[in-house]
């Protein structure tokens, strides 16, 4: 199993980024995939997530309205377009596949998203 995180980076305050999530190694149109953060000093948080048909997304309240996560099931990938960004967005962002919502699933080792001027 492999969930392979990419897109983080630097961004000025206001800007955008799109992570993307390859996953491999399990039937990844039968899970729930999901974002997570973690900033330093912080626990890690539930940003996103997307069932698996998609007819179901959830966000945290502090990304609703510039976030937008989206998966491609014919090429298991799953997406996290973040716009606006905020200095306090800054975080490690984690890809998430579970086969319910329960489970821990698949973790990917993350991508460093880092708002700043």
């Known amino acids: 199993v492999q969930l392979v995180e990419s897109g983080g980076g630097l961004v000025q305050p206001g800007g955008s980024l799109r992570l993307s999530c390859a996953a491999s190694g399990f039937t990844f149109r039968q899970y729930i995939m999901r974002w997570y953060r973690q900033a330093p000093g912080k626990e890690r948080e539930l940003v996103a997530s997307?069932?698996?048909?998609?007819?179901?997304?959830y966000y945290v309240d502090s990304v609703k309205g510039r976030f937008s996560i989206s998966r491609n099931n014919a090429e298991s990938t799953v997406t996290l377009q973040m716009n606006s960004l905020k200095p306090e967005d800054t975080a490690l962002y984690y890809c998430?596949?579970?086969?319910?919502?329960?489970?821990?699933?698949?973790w990917g080792r993350g991508t460093q998203v880092t708002v700043s001027s």
């Open positions: 998430n596949g579970r086969p319910y919502p329960s489970h821990n699933g698949y």
């Open positions: 997307i069932s698996n048909t998609g007819g179901t997304i």
